[in-house]
């Protein structure tokens, strides 16, 4: 079956611009999380949601924001990027909240001009 | 909230060599698993191990949860075994968010 997607796999953006970045779990998996890898702070966990409910939310500022759909897909969004948000934006699916193996799609890597 | 600690944090062998790569974590945990992360970025699985020992192949890993550590093992490295290694865990608290060790970055000589 297939893996997570992630869309699209690349962008740039100038500072100020937003971005929306799109995450399709695996068939079946009810649970989306997102996580920002940079290199001087490792992957860190944004936020997950559930039942198109977000259920966590890591320490990042209120530009970090997402959505989940009836169908599982997941959307997030940065808003008035900056520079330190260039980074590559990891989305993982699980079969349910805090249950089990997550699996990650190839990431989308975004670049802030 | 959980500390997660990865050691060594960098790692170079020859190829066949074995290596052992351990992960400490601060508190009880539900879910520990471990990745390895390719050269595009992809986070791939390789363990879903809260406790116990699973073998896959050349890799096996063992958590002892009790004492709050894993280790993952490499036997007979390739040089396709390079990369990046991470640990990540998720706490047993309702907020536990699922936090990642900084990896190991293993380099293997051909």
């Known amino acids: 079956k297939a893996g997570v997607t992630q869309t699209p796999r690349y962008l740039i953006k100038t500072r100020g611009q937003q971005v929306t970045l799109s995450c399709s779990p695996i068939?079946?998996?009810?649970?989306v999380s997102w996580y920002q890898q940079t290199p001087g702070q490792g992957l860190q966990f944004l936020f997950e949601?559930?039942?198109?409910?977000?259920?966590n939310k890591g320490n990042f500022p209120g530009r970090f924001s997402g959505r989940q759909f009836s169908n599982s897909r997941s959307e997030m969004n940065v808003s008035t990027l900056e520079l330190g948000d260039s980074a590559l934006y990891l989305c993982?699916?699980?079969?349910?909240?805090?249950?089990?193996?997550?699996?990650f799609g190839e990431g989308s890597r975004l670049t802030v001009l | 909230g959980i500390q997660v600690e990865q050691s060594p944090p960098d790692l170079i062998l020859q190829e066949g060599a074995n290596s052992t790569l351990r992960c400490n974590f601060s508190?009880?945990?539900?879910?520990l698993q471990w990745f390895h992360q390719n050269p595009w970025g992809q986070l791939i699985n390789l363990f879903y191990?809260?406790?116990g020992t699973k073998q896959n192949g050349r890799l096996s890993a063992t958590t002892v949860a009790t004492e709050r550590y894993s280790l993952l093992y490499i036997s007979s490295s390739q040089t396709t075994d390079s990369g990046v290694y991470f640990c990540?865990?998720?706490?047993?608290?309702?907020?536990?968010?699922?936090?990642f060790g900084k990896g190991t970055r293993l380099h293997i000589l051909p």
């Open positions: 993982a699916s699980s079969l349910a909240l805090a249950v089990g193996e997550l699996f």
């Open positions: 068939s079946g998996h009810r649970s």
């Open positions: 949601y559930f039942s198109e409910t977000q259920r």
């Open positions: 508190d009880s945990v539900n879910n």
């Open positions: 191990i809260p406790s």
């Open positions: 990540a865990v998720e706490g047993r608290n309702r907020d536990d968010k699922i936090i």
